[in-house]
């Protein structure tokens, strides 16, 4: 299979922190991971989806750990908040233990649950993780990217192609045909992959949401889960899909909350603190996989079409998003991410910030860059050209090129490392 490029970070917390939890969305490769792991370190894994473990758990939470756990080995406990009494018998264990690494693990599908438990039970005690979906760089089992480089825009300036261009532009079109579930992508068929699609909210998400939030309204949901897929990269507007979906906006915000929560989409905020007045303040949307989006449609899809039906651009930018924050959380960049609108039209798709510097980046599916793109940057370095070292405009190009002062225009498989 793929190796994660958050086992290195992984191994390192684990001897570093007295508890670790991770979390992630259904189908993401959690268990593959943590059961991997556990074998690899001579660990234990359980699973509290098994009913005999769970009830055996929930009569005597901290005799089950004790006996249970071999000393100075990982032990897993997935799907944790099936057994909310674990919680305190980690927090008993781990208080005895310290401030020696208890090298326990605390797993969840979504991170709702289980971060409200942590507030409970374990704060201060625990570090966490997140899984996402395979990323571009882990195809290649490499686990940097140049994330870190974007403040200082002459590091990134002497391109070296290792590989053609053709394999380059193949493997972003099966990313945004296909997205990075590792099932689909293990299996690289288009019936598999079509069909897995179609399955995916039935099977994985609605009984997560079901279980987690006691949803009731099930139609609603799923709904409001496709009309969400198809305003990828769109500011919010919840009345407009309140209609739609015949529920209140007020639904519509704790379906979006949901959906967070299982860790499908974000919200990313708008860029605040301003001189800039009339500042729009609708947050956008991104869900954090390609296939959420083309799971909405009911239909396969080539480029072209989703090209027709005006989807392929916001695909790419969601896509790119969510590689920027895989890449910020498995790298430990530590980025605040937010978006810059203005009621004049002035945008900037993502505004990255660290250490009180930022960086404004526009993502564009184009082979070619026009004058008119750097607009909403430029509008950006009006107001902020003191605390931003370098702009840039993410695109599916091959070559790296200055646009103007502190411009530039980056291919995509650079920023991330792959080529």
């Not at 992984?10 to 670790?20: G, N, P, S, V």
């Not at 989006?293 to 480029?303: D, H, K, N, R």
């Not at 790119?320 to 002035?346: M, P, R, V, W």
């Amino acid at each position: 299979m793929f190796q994660r490029a958050i086992s290195n970070k992984f191994k390192e917390l684990l001897h570093t922190f007295r508890c670790l939890s991770l979390t992630g969305a259904r189908q993401v490769g959690k268990t593959f991971f943590l059961r991997n792991f556990a074998q690899e370190t001579g660990g234990t894994y359980w699973s509290f989806d098994d009913p005999l473990v769970r009830e055996e758990a929930n009569r005597d939470a901290l005799g089950w750990l004790t006996l249970n756990r071999k000393a100075g080995k990982p032990f897993v406990i997935d799907e944790a908040i099936k057994c909310p009494e674990i919680f305190s018998a980690v927090k008993i264990t781990v208080d005895r233990e310290d401030p020696v690494p208890t090298q326990i693990i605390l797993a969840s599908s979504g991170n709702y649950l289980l971060l409200r438990q942590i507030r409970e039970s374990l704060a201060g005690r625990v570090v966490l993780l997140k899984l996402f979906t395979l990323s571009w760089p882990e195809l290649h089992d490499r686990s940097n990217s140049r994330l870190a480089s974007l403040w200082t825009p002459n590091e990134l300036v002497n391109l070296k192609r290792m590989r053609g261009m053709a394999e380059i532009d193949r493997e972003r079109e099966q990313f945004l045909l296909m997205g990075g579930f590792p099932e689909v992508r293990a299996r690289n068929n288009l019936q598999f992959t079509t069909e897995w699609f179609h399955q995916y909210f039935a099977t994985y998400v609605l009984p997560l949401a079901v279980d987690l939030f006691q949803i009731a309204k099930q139609r609603s949901f799923e709904r409001t889960f496709y009309q969400l897929a198809l305003r990828t990269a769109q500011l919010l507007n919840y009345s407009d899909i309140a209609t739609t979906c015949d529920i209140s906006s007020v639904t519509v915000k704790n379906y979006i909350h949901y959906l967070t929560a299982m860790m499908l989409c974000e919200e990313v905020p708008q860029f605040f603190p301003s001189r800039i007045k009339q500042l729009v303040k609708s947050p956008k949307l991104h869900m954090l996989d390609p296939a959420l989006v083309l799971a909405s449609t009911g239909v396969s899809f080539s480029l072209s079409t989703l090209q027709d039906r005006r989807l392929l651009g916001p695909i790419y930018e969601s896509w790119i998003y969510s590689e920027i924050e895989k890449a910020s959380h498995y790298e430990s960049q530590y980025l605040q991410i937010t978006t810059f609108h203005t009621q004049s039209q002035s945008e900037v798709d993502l505004i990255l910030m660290q250490n009180q510097k930022m960086i404004p980046i526009e993502i564009k599916y184009k082979k070619k860059i026009a004058r008119k793109d750097l607009s909403g940057i430029k509008s950006w370095l009006e107001a902020y050209d003191e605390q931003t070292p370098a702009a840039y405009i993410i695109y599916p190009g091959h070559e790296i090129q200055q646009l103007g002062d502190k411009i530039w225009a980056l291919p995509d498989y650079f920023l991330f490392g792959v080529e």
